[in-house]
């Protein structure tokens, strides 16, 4: 098993920062993959950023340049730094760990106003 926690959501005016943490702690595999998606209501989920154990990262089109993925193994903890926020960025915010299975945290909501 595999346990997520998240933090770091919040309410910001647009042009504004926040970064989210995901501590991850159980039976974490060496070679894996965490990251964030998003959920607004009535939508899917959909990929924000990810990176592998190896660093390599991936980032959804409409967030490059503006969100940073990383991660610090020692920690097991992964971070999403966002800049420039829209309000178009407003969502609950989902960490996900990909080893043999996939596991989700339970949410964090951020919230942008205009």
């Known amino acids: 098993q595999v346990q997520l926690v998240e933090s770091g959501g919040g309410l910001v005016q647009a042009g504004g920062s926040l970064r989210l943490s995901c501590a991850v702690s159980g039976s974490i595999r060496s070679i894996n993959v965490v990251g964030w998606y998003r959920q607004a209501p009535g939508k899917q989920r959909d990929l924000v950023a990810v990176?592998?154990?190896?660093?390599?990262?991936t980032y959804a089109e409409s967030v490059k340049g503006r969100f940073t993925i990383s991660r610090d193994n020692a920690k097991s903890t992964v971070y999403l730094q966002m800049n420039s926020l829209k309000p178009e960025d407003t969502s609950v915010y989902y960490c996900?760990?990909?080893?043999?299975?996939?596991?989700w945290g339970q949410g964090t909501q951020v919230t942008v106003s205009s």
């Open positions: 990176i592998s154990s190896a660093g390599t990262t």
């Open positions: 996900t760990y990909r080893g043999v299975r996939s596991y």
